[in-house]
């Protein structure tokens, strides 16, 4: 069995088979698939870049892991070797890196045999010109699948930066005055213009992915492949990255089995999923026992093979640094989300916001002067959008006292360090402060 892992940069649930206004109809055949399974209630164990992807690939939560906050500021893996593609390869794989990563230094890569940099073209302006990036991470994806000649299974990692941003200039086609902006974000001529690009943004991605699973089929080896369609954390816009609300740590998952499975009709599943449960899954999957480190997650292959519908009683979330510090931890259930932070501080931090058209508008309309609740209770079926704080209602009581009780459960079973109160910055890290508006200026890039 051979594995391919496609994943987006703060893309959330922003394709057509989650039945958001968008084209994308590589991703949309992929769902469409004989055997797929396409979850609608998944989950990243952070809302952060490197912290959710590091979950995804180490099994472990973030905090487990090491995986704190940012790799491109400071920090890193506890245990390089605590990673899929590195378990991979000792079992027998050929491994491939199209694209970005965003977990280890290029130094620190250790489970990759291949590794596919494409030329960084500029824009006029000097910056990176992440369509013509993307669309080379994707024929250099496609080159590796037609033209390998390794006779082992293949794991091939393939990122895209995009829906990231900066966004491109949206498409002629795409008139900014006919789109919606996402929920929770005011309906404004520039908000559209911002959602125009957004959009374009999905449409590019879509391209690739199918520009890498043309090559799947024209290798001939789509039906022993493993299919993993998914991305980081919840888009670029207010409310949603760095959020522990659905809109942050909501992800599309996509999955499609070898065709030796079982089920050959697609299939969708509303069971509650964290993306910890991909490493058991993969396991599963290989029949090949789970490693030394404690995985978080358990194996999907049930909910894929269509032979239960229950998922998890409850998944957990956390961002502990973003740009700058914001500690808090999460459990949701399928009816409840509990939040708590833990910084003393209750004011937003408005570098963990990405600079957008909507954040000016948060700014200008007083947001950073908004304190928050130290406890956000939210009741899924009453309140989707998590909106309206239930925390202090005695109605909830009893709810809030048992999801108070299993957070805490787990921060204990994990060994949390935010139980020993504030987390320091790695050696040579660096984070923004509070009152800092934006996050710094000019970081370099990062695979």
């Known amino acids: 069995m051979n594995l391919l892992y496609l994943h987006a940069h703060d893309l959330g649930r922003w394709i057509a088979p989650y039945g958001h206004a968008v084209e994308t109809p590589a991703l949309s055949d992929l769902a469409n698939r004989p055997g797929t399974c396409l979850f609608r209630n998944a989950h990243s164990a952070a809302p952060t870049c490197s912290p959710s992807r590091a979950a995804l690939l180490t099994g472990m939560t973030p905090h487990e892991s090491g995986m704190l906050g940012l790799m491109h500021r400071g920090f890193r893996l506890t245990d390089p070797d605590h990673h899929l593609a590195v378990f991979l390869k000792n079992r027998g794989f050929e491994t491939a890196l199209a694209g970005i990563q965003h977990l280890q230094p290029g130094a620190d890569l250790r489970g990759y045999d291949h590794r596919f940099n494409p030329v960084k073209s500029l824009t006029q302006q000097g910056q990176v010109d992440w369509k013509v990036w993307d669309a080379a991470v994707a024929e250099a994806a496609a080159g590796f699948l037609e033209n390998r000649d390794d006779e082992r299974p293949f794991f091939l990692d393939c990122g895209f930066w995009l829906p990231h941003r900066p966004f491109p200039e ?137 032979k239960t519908r229950e998922g998890r009683e409850a998944v957990f979330g956390e961002v502990t640094y973003h740009a700058g510090y914001e500690p808090m931890r999460s459990i949701r259930t399928a009816t409840h989300s509990l939040i708590r ?68 459960r787990w921060m204990r079973e994990t060994k949390d360090p935010l139980l020993d109160g504030p987390v320091a910055l790695p050696e040579g890290g660096y984070a923004n402060a509070r009152e800092h508006l934006s996050a710094t200026i000019g970081e370099p890039w990062t695979e």
């Not at 992915?209 to 369609?229: K, M, Q, S, W």
């Not at 833990?342 to 916001?353: H, K, S, Y």
């Not at 959008?385 to 048992?402: I, K």
């Open 170 to 306: 949206p498409d002629s086609d795409i008139e900014p005055d006919r789109v919606q902006p996402p929920p929770g974000i005011a309906d404004t001529p520039a908000h559209r213009e911002d959602m125009a690009a957004f959009l374009t943004a999905v449409r590019h991605l879509d391209r690739c992915c199918g520009e890498v699973l043309d090559a799947l089929d024209r290798a001939g080896v789509a039906d022993e492949t493993l299919i993993v369609f998914t991305t980081d954390h919840g888009p670029a816009f207010p409310g949603y990255k760095c959020r522990l609300t659905g809109r942050g740590t909501g992800v599309s998952l996509v999955i499609r089995p070898p065709r030796t499975a079982t089920n050959q009709f697609p299939e969708t599943s509303d069971a509650l999923v964290s993306q910890l449960d991909l490493f058991p899954t993969i396991c599963d999957y290989l029949e090949t026992p789970a490693p030394d480190w404690p995985l978080r997650g358990e194996s999907l292959r049930p909910l894929i093979d269509g």
């Open 341 to 408: 932070l833990f910084d003393n501080d209750l004011r937003p931090v408005p570098a963990n916001v990405d600079d957008s058209p909507a954040k000016d508008t948060w700014i200008e309309a007083g947001g950073r002067e908004r304190p928050r609740e130290a406890w956000q209770l939210f009741d899924l079926r009453l309140d989707p959008l998590e909106t309206r704080n239930v925390a202090d209602d005695p109605a909830y009581a009893g709810v809030r006292v048992d999801l108070e009780d299993r957070l805490e």
